[in-house]
């Protein structure tokens, strides 16, 4: 160990460092998001992308993937207008939410606490909002998903429930993606503060950064931040559900357009992530994204990979097509 090591840890008190250990982010566990046309985008979610309805409690419903866990990675809720109203996390432990709300009140951030049970499936809440305005809850109890219907039982003890093969039928939740205008602040505050890692960005001529994608597993990221080319704030991007398999996203390309969905681009690979994809609109005009492949990382000292500005084409999609204006300019609101 260096000395100048030696000379930190020394500075620390031992309570310091079992609360900073303590105190870290697991995985990014669900988006809600509503919805204008709440009867076709959940006709979109469950006959077209396939996911599995757990629940509908009035105007919400509860969704996940077949091999999703938890009791949903989606919520949808009727409403007038659509807008991302909400990015959940989970903490690695209890104590995490209690030591999170001492660092907000000691970096004077605004918080609140949501009591457990006033969310489905969701114990004690964290909410507070990024610097762009993204409102984010933490939280450490979630429900799993378990099922006594006899047409979702798996027959397989690791799937909670069994692969149906009704429309595209993705694995698993995998990330969400917002527009935002200073991509770097951003991304500065979500891996000091809530230690999600900076794994790779792109930085143009004029030394901007144009995108950032971040993880707290060892997946490619879970949350990315892409600057707004028209920088007139933030706006939700996609969601993203995980594929097996490039035939399963050509697969899923022909049901779109069987049914009448929008693909906006793709099928294409992105260079950075090494991940192939479609993106789609649904019918309440979220986009979302479906994927397959990507790298993973377990480095613990990963160091952010650069695609500098002459690079740009082939991190943005390596076999040379281009996407529509709208694909750096749209997004649905961002909910108060
Ligand atoms: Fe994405």
Redesign the pocket.
């Known amino acids: 160990m260096s000395k100048v090591s030696e000379e930190i840890i020394s500075k620390e008190t031992a309570q310091e460092r079992l609360e900073t250990y303590l105190r870290t982010v697991a995985h990014l566990g669900h988006v809600e998001i509503s919805v204008d046309n709440f009867d076709e985008s959940l006709w979109f979610y469950t006959e077209v992308l396939g996911l599995v309805l757990t629940e509908t409690d009035g105007d919400t419903a509860y969704l996940r993937a077949w091999q999703d866990f938890d009791h949903h990675t989606l919520v949808l809720k009727a409403s007038d207008k659509s807008e991302v109203n909400r990015i959940g996390w989970r903490v690695s432990s209890k104590e995490s939410l209690l030591l999170f709300e001492k660092l907000f009140k000691e970096m004077n951030i605004e918080y609140n606490w949501v009591e457990g049970g006033q969310k489905k499936g969701l114990g004690d809440l964290l909410h507070f909002k990024s610097p762009t305005g993204l409102p984010v809850e933490l939280y450490w109890e979630k429900e799993k998903f378990v099922t006594n219907d006899p047409k979702l039982i798996s027959k397989l003890p690791s799937h909670p429930s069994k692969y149906m093969m009704r429309g595209v039928s993705p694995r698993r939740f995998?990330?969400v993606?917002i527009l935002t205008d200073d991509v770097q602040k951003e991304q500065q505050w979500w891996t000091e503060l809530l230690g999600i890692h900076h794994r790779y960005y792109v930085q143009n001529n004029e030394d901007i950064r144009l995108g950032s994608w971040l993880s707290r597993t060892n997946i490619a990221?879970e949350i990315?931040f892409m600057r707004n080319s028209q920088q007139t704030g933030s706006k939700f991007?996609?969601l993203?559900y995980y594929l097996d398999s490039p035939d399963e996203l050509i697969r899923a390309a022909n049901i779109m357009v069987e049914n009448g969905i929008k693909i906006e681009w793709g099928p294409g690979k992105h260079g950075t992530s090494g991940a192939q994809?479609i993106y789609v609109f649904e019918p309440s005009g979220h986009r979302i994204?479906i994927?397959t492949g990507g790298f993973l990382m377990f480095s613990p000292d990963w160091e952010a990979i650069e695609w500098s500005a002459g690079k740009g084409q082939l991190g943005l999609e390596m076999w040379g097509s281009t996407p529509p204006e709208s694909y750096f300019t749209y997004g649905t609101k961002i909910g108060e």
Do not use: G, M, R, S
Request: proline share 0%.
């Open positions: 995998d990330h993606n990221h990315a991007h996609h993203a994809f994204e994927w």
